[in-house]
């Protein structure tokens, strides 16, 4: 079961450079997220989607745009890195309905650094 | 959604209960506590989550205080492969928010031999 998919695991931007980090998820859930995650701390919301056509602001959304391109698909793309961009990022899934467990699944992870 | 408090860093011997606790003193009657885990910089993994009743699975035991304001992670019998940081995070169920969880510091719990 392939579950959350990040790619790319690893990249290496020069500042100013654009990228975008894809996420798939195969088990037909309706929300995505894409969290990040400094050293040493917590994981913070960049941007969400409840479901396939919306997409909102998380806690840090500043130099981030997102797409929610099908239900499996949900990007996220720096239009222009800076060093402060630096993180580790995170997708995650969950099913949505009226009752939910609340249980988010995760992917792997993708390792940026902005130099 | 509520904050909560937790140890920064916590010790258990193999094979021992792993006790982990968590304050939640401004938590509300709509809000569950829920509990997830970091190993290593892989992606978090849920454990478990409840509201007023005591929750079991096979991976944990949550014990919730009558009042709700604090509660406790149990790993019956830790693993080195339990190391790890232990987020206990609150939220109201329900809506559009639901995924929106915010993670603090968590705890660091070390398994040793």
């Known amino acids: 079961n392939a579950g959350v998919t990040q790619t790319p695991k690893f990249q290496v931007l020069k500042t100013g450079q654009s990228m975008t980090l894809q996420c798939a998820q195969d088990?037909?859930?309706?929300?995505m997220y894409w969290y990040r995650q400094d050293p040493g701390m917590g994981l913070r919301l960049i941007y969400y989607?409840?479901?396939?056509?919306?997409?909102d602001k998380g806690e840090v959304p500043n130099g981030y745009n997102v797409s929610r391109l099908n239900k499996r698909e949900f990007s996220l793309r720096l239009e222009s890195a800076a060093p402060s961009q630096t993180s580790v990022y995170f997708c995650?899934?969950?099913?949505?309905?009226?009752?939910?467990?609340?249980?988010?699944?995760f992917g792997e992870g993708s390792r940026l650094t902005v130099l | 959604d509520a904050k909560t408090t937790q140890p920064t860093s916590m010790d258990c011997a193999e094979g021992r209960a792993a006790n982990l606790p968590c304050n939640h003193s401004?938590?509300?009657?709509?809000?569950?506590v829920y509990w997830y885990r970091q190993i290593h910089s892989q992606g978090p993994q849920y454990i478990i989550h409840?509201?007023?009743n005591n929750e079991t699975n096979e991976m944990a035991s949550l014990i919730i205080t009558e009042d709700r304001k604090s509660s406790t992670l149990i790993l019956p019998h830790a693993t080195l492969r339990d190391t790890a940081v232990y987020y206990c995070?609150?939220?109201?169920?329900?809506?559009?928010?639901?995924?929106?969880?915010?993670f603090g510091q968590g705890t660091i719990l070390t398994v040793h031999p």
């Open positions: 995650a899934s969950s099913p949505m309905g009226h009752i939910n467990t609340g249980e988010l699944f």
């Open positions: 088990m037909n859930h309706n929300s």
């Open positions: 989607s409840a479901s396939e056509g919306t997409t």
């Open positions: 401004t938590i509300s009657g709509n809000e569950y």
């Open positions: 409840g509201l007023k």
């Open positions: 995070i609150v939220r109201s169920a329900g809506g559009t928010s639901y995924g929106k969880l915010t």
